[in-house]
């Protein structure tokens, strides 16, 4: 079942998507096929930019031109008529002549139909064409081809706030305060995401001073000026937005009156954003001095010794492994010590060699368990990997459930396990003692498990039931059924 | 030295070693920082059980040292399991993962992906069976052609790489997370079980693809690994065939 708040706005979605989707639409531009969208995106850009500064360059022979500088500068090659045909299949869909606009249908749910869009990605630009000397069309974007800027705006950290109060301005000139509104949604995001790469910043430097070694001082300089004149400039900016609003407030319609409030509210809250960017970059720039001046030993002392690069780029790929010794001196320091259990010296090595008298040739981990009657080679190891998982749970939710583990894998022997602890209630002595023929096979499974399982130690001491859960069904394990028990120890 | 001191040395020591991975700002800590007498101590215990503190720039460590140590580590567990001659592929093969996993996350160099990227997209089993397969190769290629190349190698490569590529990947019907020597990734759950016991790493299991994350302790070590001139230099030495200090065991 569809949920019917799918529909809300769907229509509208559409409407913003559309242009998007059907973007490049229709061309082909032979050589130049694969580089299609960068090439019109740049085009696009470049119009608003012009837009924006007042620059009325933007006739069909500027598009042309703006696309064959677009294309070089990508060290592209072009046929003089790929070019035209670019900027014909931006400015018209299907037969140049025809100049018709771009369109799909899209569901409208108020409606319940399927409705026709149409739209156009430049646009007769009639004032900017009156005002110029040229007789030609002036183009400029249409809110479609705006909004594909925008959207892909958020991707661009370079994009200074400058344009976006400039344009913020402009919008709230001509009296367009809905978009007004978009915009500084947006600028807020901006200026909020730029606070956040200062503190990032701040701690990358923390963390490794090395950072300020890669630049160059008279251009950090240089830039650090260049900065703090546009951030005033930003300042400035503001103010301008603020003044702009009051002024309009003055001669504003009623139903615009609320939409100037709001603005003037998210100006408000942008500027003081803007005051706390300001103070990151510049506690930025003073933290950096200090560096330079104080520590400056922080910055000189370790050379920065990289496992990539002087290990195994230089040594370990074109020379191989010398000596067995190598591998323990890299990989040894990257574990931490494992707090095993507080036995005399000599306990520990006879561990090992009853371990290496019992003869077990196991080639691979997971053959099968020859079982017999007498058993007298048991693979603890492949047991207490089995009982692990259950052990780990036990631990961390006081119980474990046989219906939870899945039996195939499990030995015989393992599974039988199970049913030894079932025999009566088991508590996990404090001390394990090393003899591997003690009588309770459970002791023996605790000690296996706790070489390889530290944090099962916090088991000592804890006294294990087990129990039959009642309703449950028998659990098949390969060879039989075996009655769903659960474990369970008492916090 | 007074018995306090003792008493603060010891009871740092004990906590680190529980703990392995400690905030610096944990208020256990606040001896070893602010009395240099206290730090040196732990210091020198730590080195008298033959493990070592590696300071990061948020955190403290207790790692294993190289030899004679008194304590385990998953890498020595490792080591020992496979410690048969015929074994010891194994014990290789699981180390070269380590390595090549390593180097991938290691996020110094041009191109490579940030920290950052890594600990947001993970790395999947696949991708580092794939890493350590192009190693192999490599390798196996050199040895075919240069005929001094084998010369350099102190271990039996020729087995490693012979023994992996005979490997299946993985076998369908077999739980990912289960470590064993029957395939790559049985290997590669190895190594990747040993780093997350250690807290280095997260591995997800989704849907059957298993994903690696490291996470920021792993690249404290990484960072911090050789930061020690000392052991850089003994590490250079080895390398390069010279006698180590400590024999193997």
Partial sequence: MIQEEIWEGFGERMKMGIPMFLFGEGMNLGELQPYKYNILMAILIEVFLRELKDDERRTFEHL???????????????????????????LWSGKSELREP???????????????????????????????????IVYKLSEEAQNIIFFTREAIEEFSIQIEQLYTLMLIKKGNFRSALNFMDVLLTKVKSLIQREREYRKDLQRNPKLL???????????????????????QNFNKLNSNLFERTMNAREEDRIKISELEHKVRQAAKEHLTLVNEVYSNFAYELELRTKNISLLLKHKNVSFKEDIWEKHLLPDG???????????????????????????????????????????????????SAYVRVVDWEEISDSW???????????????????????????????????????????????????????????????????????????????????????????????????????? | MSLELVHHVSTIYQ????????????PNLRFYFEDPEIQEGVKVMARNFGTAILEAYERVHLISMPAGSVFASSFTQLKNKYSKVETKLHFYTVSFILFVYFTEIDSVGHGSRSRGEWQMEGMTFAKIAERVSSVLEYWEKRLAGEPDFSQKWGINIEEVIENWDNKDLLKLDQERKVKSTRTQFGYI?????????????????????????????????????????????????????????????
Avoid: C
């Avoid at chain 1, 149409?118 to 110029?132: A, C, G, T, V």
């Avoid at chain 1, 804890?462 to 009655?483: A, C, H, M, Q």
């Avoid at chain 2, 906590?15 to 944990?26: E, G, T």
């Fill in chain 1, 321 to 371: 492994i010398s000596q067995p010794q190598v591998i323990d001196h890299l990989l040894s320091s990257f574990f931490s010590p494992v707090q095993d259990f507080m036995l005399p010296m000599e306990w520990i090595w006879q561990a090992q060699e009853t371990r290496k008298d019992t003869g077990e040739e196991k080639q691979e981990v997971d053959e099968p368990i020859i079982s």
């Fill in chain 1, 388 to 491: 692990a998982p259950v052990f780990h749970e036990l631990l961390d939710t006081s119980s474990a459930s046989l219906t939870h583990v899945k039996l195939d894998g499990w030995s015989n022997l393992a599974v039988e396990m199970w049913m030894i602890f079932k025999n009566k209630p088991f508590t996990v002595p404090q001390h394990v003692p090393l003899n591997e023929k003690h009588e309770d096979q459970r002791v023996i499974l605790m000690y296996h498990l706790f070489q390889k399982h530290n944090t099962l130690l916090d088991l000592q001491g804890k006294t294990i039931r087990t129990n039959i859960e009642k309703d449950l069904p028998d659990v098949w394990f390969g060879n039989g059924y075996i009655s769903p028990l659960k474990l369970s120890i008492l916090r």
């Fill in chain 1, 102 to 136: 771009f369109s799909a249908p899209f569901f409208d749910p108020h409606t319940r139909g399927l409705k026709q869009y149409s739209f156009r990605y430049l646009k007769h630009d009639r004032e900017s064409s009156n005002l110029s000397r040229n007789p030609n």
């Fill in chain 2, 15 to 26: 906590f680190l070693l529980s703990k392995k991975i400690v905030d610096k700002k944990d």
């Fill in chain 1, 213 to 235: 070694l890669n630049q160059d001082l008279k251009m950090q300089k240089d830039k650090e000026e260049e900065i703090r004149l546009q951030l005033e400039d930003e300042k």
């Fill in chain 1, 64 to 90: 042309i031109e703006i696309t064959q500088e677009i294309i070089d500068r990508f060290g592209l090659t072009a046929e003089p008529r790929n070019v035209e045909r670019i900027v014909e299949g931006l």
């Fill in chain 2, 189 to 249: 759950q190895t190594a990747m079980k040993m780093l997350e016991d250690d807290k280095l790493v997260k591995v997800v299991s989704d849907q059957n693809l298993s994903i690696v994350y490291p996470l920021d302790a792993l690249y404290d070590r990484i960072e911090f690994m050789f930061l020690d001139h000392e052991r850089y230099q003994l590490i250079k030495r080895l390398i390069q065939g010279e006698d180590g200090e400590y024999a193997e065991h």
